[in-house]
């Protein structure tokens, strides 16, 4: 990329005004590193607009100087889409208002810089949630929720964020604003431009705020840990966890053996969830309205599910601190592999009725690659996301291991793509997989992509390193 000039890095300045920017090397470097050290980037210049109208004068210096600009919320993002490499980077971190609260909407407008756990409060100080949740919810921020149409654990009964989002304020790449933020339910007039900016990884404009959608608060939750044999009889839990509940399902999360094993070899404070070790278990979680419903729903349902032999073994949490240890081995089965060395990480995403043909076939066609690989597979049954991680072999080279990613990858990814899958379920493309994303896209698609993103972005200013 051609290094902005002093001239125009000179015109963003005085667009911004004094403490509108930085170049102070102390205070930009931690927003140049990616969290786990995997990308470091540089920056001439970092951004730190207050309001809308100071997002709108910066991207309009950008658009008539030409200056390629990354933006970045909480940094949280796992594709490398937030670090800038020679771009200017915007930093939402300013923008942080809780607009409007409605109470009789269901609705919620807060600032790109907000993060998701200050927006769940936001919902619960009004008896009301916002149901996304992530293990980065404390960082992660409402632009960059929306930017990369963000999930977690309960899409199975919400959606992802583009069903959670009613309206959106953006700044656009020629500098103008897109007044969106309305509370509407129906809004029938032609294209949908929110809808296009969430999941846009910062390529179509800079989000500047949000209004969300809430849902009722819950009267009452129940928690367990479900043994089971094999993958299919998660499907079919799953499946009559949602015909008996109405809906009810909070999470539905697999996972693998040796996943809860490296848990508990390598994660302090965590303890086997059952008396039995089954090849898979499962946590689940139903929500209801009435208070007492979820505990009742939840015990008929495991009981009708061991009558069916479709579970071996259940722990059903009888506290908080209970639910809460449940809930550790889950969100540290990322955490309890680290230790093993680097590992090929796919955020894949299959029909849920194909998840163990799936899981069953990349396996076996992994382990004809690399024999002894350890695949710890785990995730989102309930959107048919896995989360399917290959370790490699106990006595292998790391770095031998790690050579060989690129075709083991492949592998997988081939097999999701004949499961009519996805790449990326819930991650997006960022810089790490765009170039394998264009593998797997028909030529039309991309071309119509590049043809929306050529319109709103001429000179391709708006994260150019990212999607197609
Ligand atoms: C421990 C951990 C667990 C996670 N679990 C999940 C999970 O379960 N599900 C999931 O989907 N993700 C998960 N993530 C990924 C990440 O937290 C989410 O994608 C999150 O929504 C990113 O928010 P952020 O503010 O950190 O965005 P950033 O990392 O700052 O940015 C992400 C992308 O959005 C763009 N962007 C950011 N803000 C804006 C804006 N205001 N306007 C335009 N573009 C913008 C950036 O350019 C970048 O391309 C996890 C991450 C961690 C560290």
Redesign the pocket.
């Known amino acids: 990329m051609i290094p902005p000039s002093a001239a125009a890095l000179a015109a963003l300045k005085h667009a911004l005004g004094p403490g509108g920017w930085t170049e102070d090397a102390a205070e930009i470097g931690p927003s140049l590193t990616e ?1 786990r050290g995997r990308w470091s980037g540089a920056t001439p210049l970092m951004l730190l607009p207050r309001s809308t109208d100071e997002v709108a004068r910066a991207v309009r210096a950008c658009a008539d100087h030409r200056i390629p600009i ?9 594709v490398g ?2 670090i800038p490499f020679g771009e200017v980077l915007l930093s ?1 971190r300013r923008l942080r208002a809780i607009r409007v609260v409605s109470p009789l909407d269901d609705a919620l407008t807060v600032e ?1 810089g907000v993060t ?1 756990l200050e927006a769940q409060q936001a919902a619960a100080a009004i008896d009301r949630r916002f149901p996304l949740g ?3 919810e404390g ?3 409402i ?11 309960g899409v199975v009964r919400y959606g ?1 964020m583009r069903d959670l989002v009613l309206g959106l304020e ?1 700044v656009l790449p020629n500098g103008e604003v897109f007044h969106g933020l309305k509370r509407l339910r129906k809004d029938n007039t032609g294209y949908d431009l929110k809808q296009l900016l969430i999941g ?3 390529t179509l ?4 705020a949000a209004t969300l959608k809430l849902h009722p608060a819950l009267r009452s939750r129940a928690t367990a840990v479900v043994g089971i044999d094999t993958p299919e009889a998660a499907v079919e839990l799953l499946a009559r966890a949602k015909a008996e509940t109405g809906g009810g399902v909070e999470a539905f999360e697999l996972m693998k053996r040796i996943g809860l094993e490296l848990v508990l070899k390598h994660i302090p404070d965590t303890r086997e969830p059952l008396d039995s070790t089954p090849p898979w278990c499962v946590l689940v979680e139903l929500g209801a309205g009435q208070p007492g419903a979820a505990e009742a729903a939840l015990e008929a349902l495991l009981a009708d599910a061991f009558e069916r032999g479709l579970i071996t073994d259940a722990a059903i949490a009888q506290n908080e601190a209970q639910r809460a240890a449940f809930w550790k081995v889950r969100e540290e089965q ?1 955490a309890g592999q680290k230790p093993e060395g680097p590992g090929w990480k796919h955020d894949v995403s299959v029909p849920v009725s194909r998840i163990a043909h799936f899981l069953e076939e990349a396996t076996a066609a992994v382990l004809r690659f690399e024999p002894g690989a350890r695949v710890s597979a785990f995730g989102h049954v309930g959107d048919g996301n896995i989360h399917y991680d290959v370790m490699r072999p106990p006595h292998a080279d790391p770095a031998a291991f790690m050579a060989r990613q690129p075709e083991g990858s492949r592998i997988v990814h081939d097999i999701v793509a004949r499961y009519d899958g996805s790449i990326s379920a ?3 493309l ?1 810089r790490l997989k765009t170039d394998e994303a264009r593998r797997y896209k028909s030529p039309a698609e991309v071309a119509a992509v590049q043809a929306i993103r050529a319109a709103l972005d001429p000179n391709r200013i708006m ?1 150019p390193a ?1 999607l197609f």
């Open positions: 969290w990354v933006t970045q919320g909480g940094g949280t993002g796992l889409g937030q939402t790109a998701l992530l293990a980065s960082t992660a921020t632009g960059g929720a929306v930017s990369s149409n963000a999930g977690g654990t992802m953006a846009a990884e910062g404009g800079v989000v500047t990322s819930e991650h997006g960022g994260n990212v």
